[in-house]
């Protein structure tokens, strides 16, 4: 199984970095980026680390692009949630048993800190679609919604190219050296998102 993955995840590496070289990266980052917020299992970060690092003067416009791409996804994802929920959604729930975990996710964001638990996510390892779909069931108000996705995400995408544009190559060179190591990372961070999503 780990071996799979990791053939995978090599893959997709190895992908991302012919696209990080082509004249459509900024492109393929702004898509891949839009649609991670809804529905793409990928998270952008990939795609992004690839570019700045072969291309460290394109960091900011990367940083951008991956924004822009995913506080678009995140209205496309509050649009979903808010649409389809009745008639896609609660069947998939039902079909899981799992309406006692989606009854503490609406408490969640009916209360207090939703808005909380939406930046946490922007910033995080935690599935970012699955805080725009629940945003959108619940009727979050939508120009907060907006404004906390559009700020957290900018914040993790500046973070992540920032540090590559100083440290690319290095961070290249140490990635493909250890890259059984960042699977298992890359693995625990997605996990470990899901688990808190649970805990909630």
Do not use: N
């Not at 459509?24 to 980052?29: H, K, P, R, V």
């Not at 008639?87 to 039902?94: A, N, V």
Request: overall charge positive; charged content about 10%.
């Amino acid at each position: 199984m780990l071996t799979t993955v990791r053939r995978w995840t090599r893959a997709l590496y190895d992908w991302t970095l012919r696209w990080s070289e082509s004249p459509q990266a900024l492109t393929a980052l702004f898509l891949i980026a839009l649609v991670e917020s809804s529905i793409f299992p990928i998270p952008p970060d990939v795609l992004l680390i690839a570019i700045v690092a072969a291309r460290p003067q394109a960091w900011l416009r990367a940083a951008g692009a991956c924004t822009a791409g995913s506080a678009i996804g995140a209205a496309l994802g509050y649009a979903i949630g808010a649409g389809f929920m009745v008639t896609l959604g609660q069947p998939i729930i039902d079909f899981y048993g799992a309406q006692a975990h989606w009854d503490r996710v609406v408490a969640l964001y009916t209360g207090e800190w939703g808005v909380w638990f939406l930046a946490v996510a922007a910033f995080t390892p935690i599935p970012f679609k699955v805080a725009t779909i629940s945003a959108g069931a619940t009727h979050m108000a939508f120009v907060p919604f907006v404004i906390v996705s559009l700020f957290g995400r900018a914040a993790r995408f500046l973070i992540v190219a920032a540090i590559l544009r100083a440290f690319g190559a290095e961070v290249r060179r140490q990635l493909e050296r250890h890259f059984d190591a960042a699977t298992l990372l890359f693995l625990a961070l997605l996990i470990g998102g899901f688990v808190v999503l649970r805990l909630f």
